[in-house]
């Protein structure tokens, strides 16, 4: 048993529920305590880093100090987005002491260093293993053709990420392989879907997410899994409007992984949230037996 | 007349070391010239012509090899490897590894390194796709295939492009270095796909193109104007497989836009390296290697790494093989004054 | 006639303020640009950028504050680091941006793609009004700005059927502390 400090961010508590309730089923298999960080605030998403440098630092500061008041290492982040504001503050802070609340200065345990900060994908690939994430299986997704889909921010730059490779990923492939699925092999696991500009420019978002459908398509996927919220969104969310003028039929369903790791460790379909997303994935996981 | 007690062994029989090893013996010197390889040449036995004057290298393969035969205090080794080395006051006293298994002992009084270079492994390139996808290859691993279209086999490609610079001038995953010969040898078999192709699209993606040697530059231009090789300014920032062939990404810079292109064949114009059997023989004779491996002459001297262990060829950084002649005769000349004393 | 005077730039006339700024104030020297355009090979971008990746390293170089500022580039980057992660010589091009773009609002230059400053803004308020982002406040606010106010509508509705949209608008508790960090930014301006 383990505990981790665990950040949900914004989209975990709401438009991207699912993500975060299956995570909690997986690290309830894997016996890992998710203790979300206190009071923690928003790592500033796309508009901090692009409008203001000082406050996203500070927004960040600020949920590093509450997660190293916990004393639990490391802190798990399943948005990349997050991840890597969270990463980054984290390299370019040298004291921290600076925004630790005055009281705190006379607790009695004052927190001493800042977590390691990781994504979820990471945490479960570099500290709990392929070996350790096979052992719940009950239902190997047998059958299943699945393009992993790492999206920007889980493996880039990869000075900040220090994780997997960056052009191409493969952890993502691994833990599928070890649940039972085929993964295939594609030329945009790692490119843009566009996702930042899903309101404001809503055209680009369009472009590239049908570029990373189309290629996925091609080459044999029946699904996408994604490990972050903002592609969820944009491929799942905006596939309609792109498949309108498009020729792609049947509709590609986009999950998040972890909800693929809960179902093989064979909790019910309703607790994986499955049925949130857009693109209904329980056909396909019906013809393969798995629902 | 032959110079008792003085024996040179040259380990590496391609053009630098058979240079070094002929002009030693030549000197009345004895010369012993490890091969590790069942036949003499090294790297450029697989190159399919050579520039800039579009020779055969087999034929200067064999010239040397006749020459060395020729000279008595030769004696040429191959499949034969160094396994260790003691060394004594006057020289090292050296266990051989034979073809057939069997060891013997050999005592000398000076080394020169002559191990060459080899391509650096660009599957770290994952943008690329070296070792993903099947027709994506590192220049040498070209030569292979040209020699095979020359022969009449393989798919006639309808479009190849070479990517300079992968593994070189690269801070960030590479190496700083310029790897020196790759613009040269790249010309080179972008005219020869042409030559055999003529209506094959031929691109060659650089950053510059470095052509500094005698009868260089016209044959770039030769390239360029008279086979029609097209040049692209811009480090192509991506492969993508598309329907079997491969699309490859990149910006021309000159004009300043991003274009694309589908061919057959990726070329990759990778670093070239040192051997890996480079340091640690080094070793073997008390010599260091230089941050990327290679090894370094002493100030002021031509091919001097140590007091008794000289160098010639790749192994001291890329160089193209009528100047890795030129250095093994450096070398030989440092033997020989060595021995001279 | 004037328009026939030969004006070429001078390079004596560039200013190097601009890439000394980005040199000290981001740590990105670009110096070490080969200028070999792998960055823009890659950009998903970069086919409807007015200035590719290479040409903004290029006019940083030449000093270009003025178009740095105004490009269009500079609002639709997505920030998705391709260029950073391949370039041989480790530049950050999406920091020179996000710098210029800061600079550029806090100058008052106008954005290019005012809707991409706006939805920008908009969640920056939501985050000095609560410490978290309300999605739901942030697309109706943009949805009222914009006149497109029934934008998505129906993507919306299937949102909240679905659960998707947390109507308790969570907040953190310490909203004061997460209020003081804006104070000292341009987010003290905002709508």
Not at chain 1, 63 to 89: E, H, W, Y
Not at chain 1, 252 to 267: E, K
Not at chain 2, 294 to 319: H, I, T
Request: with cysteine; aromatic share 8%; net charge neutral.
């Amino acid at each position: 048993m383990m505990n981790v400090a665990y950040f949900p961010g914004c989209s975990l508590h709401t438009v991207s529920s699912e993500y975060d309730k299956s995570t909690h089923l997986v690290c309830e298999s894997l016996e890992v305590g998710l203790k979300e960080v206190e009071d923690w605030n928003c790592c500033g998403a796309t508009a901090g880093h692009s409008m203001d440098h000082e406050l996203t630092m500070g927004l960040n500061a600020r949920n590093l100090a509450q997660a190293s008041l916990m004393n639990i290492d490391p802190l798990v982040i399943p948005c990349p987005g997050c991840f890597n504001r969270l990463k980054n503050t984290n390299i370019r802070l040298k004291t921290f002491s600076s925004v630790v609340r005055e009281e705190e200065r006379s607790m009695k345990n004052p927190p001493q260093e800042l977590p390691r900060v990781m994504n979820l994908l990471q945490f479960l690939i570099e500290v709990i293993g392929l070996e350790r994430i096979a052992e719940p299986v009950k239902i190997p997704l047998k059958g299943l053709k699945l393009a992993a889909y790492y999206g920007c921010l889980t493996t880039r730059p990869r000075k900040v990420a220090e994780f997997d490779d960056p052009e191409q990923p493969v952890s993502m492939d691994r833990i599928l392989n070890v649940l039972g699925a085929e993964t295939v092999l594609w030329s945009h696991k790692a490119e843009c879907c566009g996702g930042p500009f899903i309101t404001s420019e809503l055209s680009i978002a369009l472009d590239l997410s049908r570029q990373v459908l189309e290629t996925a398509r091609h080459s044999g996927a029946e699904a996408i899994v994604v490990a972050c919220p903002m592609c969820q969104l944009s491929l799942d969310s905006r596939q309609v409007v792109v498949g309108h003028d498009q020729v792609l039929q049947p509709r590609l369903p986009i999950i998040y992984f972890t909800q693929l790791i809960a179902l093989a460790y064979g909790f019910p379909i309703r607790r994986t949230g499955l049925k949130s997303l857009f693109i209904n994935p329980l056909t396909l996981l019906a013809k393969k037996g798995l629902a | 007349m032959k110079q008792a007690g003085k024996k040179a062994m040259i380990i590496g029989g391609g053009p630098a070391g058979m240079e070094a090893a002929l002009r030693i013996g030549q000197a009345g010197f004895e010369s012993v010239l490890i091969e590790k390889e069942a036949a003499l040449g090294g790297t450029i036995l697989k190159l399919c012509s050579s520039f800039p004057r579009w020779e055969s290298p087999l034929e200067l393969v064999e010239e040397k090899i006749k020459q060395l035969k020729h000279c008595s205090y030769v004696k040429v080794m191959t499949e034969t490897t160094v396994i260790e080395s003691r060394t004594r006051h006057d020289g090292y006293s050296i266990l051989l590894k034979l073809n057939n298994g069997d060891t013997t002992e050999l005592d000398i009084n000076a080394v020169v390194l002559a191990t060459g270079f080899e391509m650096m492994d660009v599957s770290i390139y994952g943008e690329y796709g070296y070792g993903i996808y099947p027709d994506v290859m590192n220049s040498l691993e070209f030569e292979t295939l040209l020699k095979a279209w020359g022969d009449g086999m393989g798919k006639t490609p309808q479009g190849v492009a070479f990517f300079k610079c992968v593994g070189s001038r690269d801070r960030s995953k590479g190496y700083p270095y310029c790897s020196k010969i790759c613009c040269m040898y790249t010309a080179k078999q972008a005219g020869l796909v042409k030559d055999m192709f003529p209506n094959a699209k031929v691109y060659v993606f650089y950053m510059d193109y470095r052509a500094s040697g005698k009868g260089y530059e016209e044959f770039v231009r030769e390239v360029i104007e008279k086979k029609h090789v097209r040049y692209v300014r811009g480090r192509p920032a991506k492969v993508l497989p598309d329907g079997g062939r491969l699309l490859v990404r990149a910006e021309d810079t000159l004009i300043g836009i991003p274009i694309e292109v589908t061919v057959d064949v990726v070329v990759l114009a990778s670093a070239a390296v040192p051997r890996q059997e480079t340091a640690p023989l080094a070793a073997m004779f008390g010599t260091k290697t230089g941050e990327y491996g290679f090894l370094e002459q002493k100030r002021f001297s031509l091919a001097r790494a140590s007091n008794r262990v000289f160098f010639a060829g790749g192994c001291g950084f890329p160089v193209e093989a009528p100047f890795a002649q030129q250095q093994g005769a450096s070398a030989a000349v440092e033997v020989i004054e060595l021995f001279s004393q | 006639m004037e328009d026939n005077i030969y004006t070429p730039l001078n390079l004596n006339d560039i200013d190097d303020s601009i890439q000394e700024e980005i040199r000290t104030k981001c740590g990105i020297d670009v110096d070490l640009c080969l200028e070999c355009g792998k960055c823009s090979g890659g950009c998903p971008n970069g086919h409807i950028f007015d200035y590719t990746p290479r040409k903004i390293v290029r006019l940083v170089k030449l000093g270009d504050k003025e178009t740095l500022m105004t490009m269009d580039a500079l609002w639709i980057c997505l920030s998705c680091q391709l260029c950073l992660d391949r370039c041989p010589s480790g530049i950050d091009i999406p920091a020179i941006l996000d710098y210029m773009r800061e600079k550029a609002c806090r100058g008052g230059v106008e954005a290019s793609r005012p809707r991409v400053k706006l939805f920008h803004e908009l969640l920056l308020s939501s985050i000095r009004e609560r410490g978290r982002v309300s999605e739901l406040d942030v697309v109706l606010k943009y949805n009222w700005k914009t006149g497109e106010y029934m934008k998505n509508a129906r993507l919306g509705v299937k949102m909240l059927l679905k659960g998707k949209l947390n109507l308790s608008r969570s907040r953190v508790k310490e909203t004061e502390e997460v209020r003081r960090l804006f104070e000292a930014t341009i987010a003290k301006d905002l709508p």
